[in-house]
C-alpha cells in the first residue's frame, strides 16, 4: 500500500538543489558552524596556536578534501539517504552492502551531535538576546556606540555564563527555541527550507564576519594574533594536539556523519565535482582562520588569555565588549553570526536521520524530521542538566580519556574521537579500495592524473593517519 505521504511525494518526489550555486552554499553553511567560530579558535588558543593551525591545515589538504569529494560522489551516484546511497556505489561495484554500515554510523553520529549542538547554540541565542538588551540600553543613554554592560564589574559580566548554566529552565526554552528553529526549516524541505535558509543566512554571515574582522583590525591588537595564530612553536606539538586536529579537522568539514553523501545526494546535474569540493573545503578553513583573526585582536586587546578554552567566546568576549567601542553593537552582530553559523549546520545535522527515515523507513519527511528533532531535543536534556542538576555525572568516566567529562563533553568527545574518525576510516577504505574506478571518474570527473591523486590519498593517506591518531588518541597509553 502506498501511503499518503509517499503519494502526496515526500517519500517518492525527487528533492534537489536549484543549481550548483544552491549546493556550495548549502554544503558551506553545514561546514561552517560552531566547529570554526567557537571550538576552532579555543582550540588553536589552548593549543599554542600556530603549529596547531598548521597541522589542521595539513589534515584538511590531506585527508578533509580528498573525503568531501568521497562523500559527495557517493550521495550523487546513489541519489538518496547516505545509508541507501552507499548501498548503491557497492552494488555497482560488486561490493558487500554491510558497507553502508559507516552511513548508519554517521547517522546516529549526526544524530547525537545534533543533541549538544543545539544546546551550545541555545548559549549563543542566549548571549544574542543579552547583547540585544545592551544595545537597546545602550541607544536609550543615546550612545549607540558605546560598550555593553555599563558600570558593571568584569566578574559580574563573567558570572553571567555561570548563572546561564546554572539555570535549566533557561538552557531549555533556548535549547528548545534553537531546535524548534532547525525543526521548522528541515520539515519544509530541501528547496523551500534547507536550500532557501542557506540562500539568506550565508551572505548574511559573510557580511558580519568580514565587517566584524574589519573592526577587530582597528579597534583589537591584530598583530599579536597573527603573531599567535601563525607562528609555530613545534614544541607544542603533543600527540594530544595531533588528534585534536584532525578531530577539529573531520568536524569542522562534517565529515564522517554522512552530512556530504547526504547533501550530495540532492544534485541533480551532471558535471565535475572536484572544484566544488575544493571550494567547500576552502571556504571553511578559511572561514576558521578568519575566525581566528576576528576573535584573537579582541582578546588580546582586552589582555584576556586566549588559551581560555570553551569559555573564550562566552566569558572572555563578553568582558571585552564592555571596553571597546561600539561594544553593544559589535557584541549583538557578533552573537548573531555564531547564531547563523550554528542554524545552517544543525539543519545539515538533522537532515541526515531525515533522510535517512525517508528512504530506508519510508516516512514522509515531516514526520521524520520531527522523530528525530524531538529525539535529539530530549538527549540534549540531559547535557544541559550535565550543568546544573546532574552536575559531576561522567558518563563514560570509567574511560580513562573520558574521566571526568560531563554529559555534553562525553557526547562531544565520543562522538568526535570515536565515531567521525569510524565513519571516515570505513569510508575511506570503502572509496580507496572498494568502489569501482571507472565508476568513480567518471562522477567526481578528475582527470587521470588528479584521480589517481586522489585514490591514492583516500585508500592509503586518510587510512594509516586516521587508523593512528585514533589508536593513540583512544588509549593515549601506548606512548608511555
Ligand atoms: N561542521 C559543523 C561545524 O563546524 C558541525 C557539523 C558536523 C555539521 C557534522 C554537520 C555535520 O560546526
Redo the contacts with the bound molecule.
Keep these: 500500500m502506498v501511503s499518503k505521504g509517499a503519494a502526496m511525494g515526500s517519500a517518492s518526489a525527487k528533492e534537489g538543489w536549484s543549481s550548483r550555486g544552491a549546493f556550495i552554499l548549502a554544503a558551506v553553511g553545514?561546514?561552517?558552524?560552531?566547529?570554526?567560530i567557537w571550538?576552532f579558535p579555543a582550540l588553536a588558543g589552548e593549543s599554542g596556536g600556530g603549529a596547531f593551525v598548521l597541522v589542521y591545515i595539513a589534515f584538511v589538504a590531506l585527508l578533509g578534501l580528498p573525503l568531501v569529494l568521497a562523500e559527495i560522489t557517493i550521495g550523487r551516484i546513489g541519489q538518496t539517504d547516505a545509508v541507501g546511497s552507499i548501498k548503491e556505489v557497492a552494488k555497482r561495484s560488486q561490493a558487500s552492502g554491510g558497507w553502508s554500515a559507516f552511513g548508519g554510523i554517521g547517522a546516529i553520529a549526526?544524530f547525537l551531535?545534533l543533541s549538544f549542538?543545539s544546546v551550545v547554540a541555545g548559549w549563543v541565542l542566549y548571549y544574542a538576546s543579552v547583547m540585544g538588551g545592551e544595545l537597546v540600553a545602550a541607544i536609550g543613554r543615546g550612545d549607540p556606540l558605546g560598550g555593553a554592560f555599563a558600570g558593571e564589574s568584569v566578574d559580574q559580566i563573567q558570572s553571567r555564563m555561570g548563572d546561564l548554566f546554572g539555570n535549566p529552565w533557561l538552557l531549555l526554552g533556548m535549547h528548545a527555541g534553537f531546535m524548534g528553529v532547525t525543526w521548522f526549516i528541515v520539515s519544509r524541505g530541501v528547496h523551500a527550507g534547507i536550500e532557501k535558509a542557506a540562500t539568506y543566512l550565508m551572505p548574511a554571515f559573510f557580511v558580519l564576519l568580514i565587517g566584524i574582522t574589519i573592526y577587530g583590525a582597528f579597534e583589537g591588537n591584530f598583530s599579536e594574533a597573527t603573531a599567535f595564530l601563525f607562528t609555530a612553536d613545534f614544541s607544542k606539538l603533543t600527540p594530544q594536539v595531533i588528534n585534536a586536529a584532525l578531530g577539529q579537522a573531520l568536524?569542522?568539514?562534517?565529515?564522517g556523519?554522512a552530512?556530504l553523501i547526504t547533501y550530495g545526494s540532492y544534485i541533480r546535474r551532471s558535471g565535475g565535482l572536484g572544484g566544488t569540493s575544493a571550494t567547500i573545503a576552502l571556504a571553511?578553513t578559511m572561514v576558521a582562520m578568519v575566525a581566528g583573526l576576528m576573535i584573537f585582536p579582541i582578546v588580546f586587546a582586552a589582555g584576556l588569555d586566549p588559551a581560555g578554552g570553551p569559555t573564550l567566546v562566552f566569558q572572555a568576549l563578553p568582558v571585552a565588549f564592555q571596553a571597546m567601542p561600539g561594544g553593544a553593537l559589535i557584541g549583538f552582530l557578533f552573537f548573531l553570526l555564531i547564531f547563523v553559523?550554528?542554524l545552517t549546520?544543525?539543519i545539515?545535522?538533522l537532515e541526515?536521520p531525515t533522510a535517512y527515515g525517508k528512504g530506508e523507513m519510508r516516512w514522509t519527511r515531516f514526520v521524520s524530521a520531527s522523530i528525530f528533532a524531538l529525539g535529539a531535543f530530549i538527549l540534549g536534556i540531559a547535557s544541559l542538566l550535565g550543568y546544573n542538576v546532574w552536575a559531576g555525572v561522567s558518563p563514560l568516566g570509567f574511560w580513562s580519556i573520558f574521566e571526568g567529562l560531563d554529559i555534553l563533553d562525553t557526547i562531544d568527545g565520543f562522538t568526535g574521537r570515536v565515531m567521525l574518525p569510524l565513519g571516515v576510516m570505513l569510508l575511506s577504505i570503502f572509496i580507496g579500495w572498494k568502489a569501482d574506478a571507472k565508476m568513480l571518474q567518471a562522477s567526481t570527473g578528475l582527470s587521470n592524473t588528479t584521480f589517481r591523486l586522489w585514490r591514492f590519498l583516500v585508500a592509503w593517506v586518510c587510512p594509516i593517519a586516521v587508523g593512528l591518531v585514533l589508536l593513540f588518541g583512544l588509549f593515549p597509553g601506548l606512548l608511555g
Design positions: 553545514a561546514a561552517v558552524g560552531l566547529g570554526n571550538r549526526a551531535i549542538y568536524f569542522s568539514l562534517s565529515l556523519v552530512g571553511d553559523a550554528a549546520s544543525s545539515s545535522l541526515v
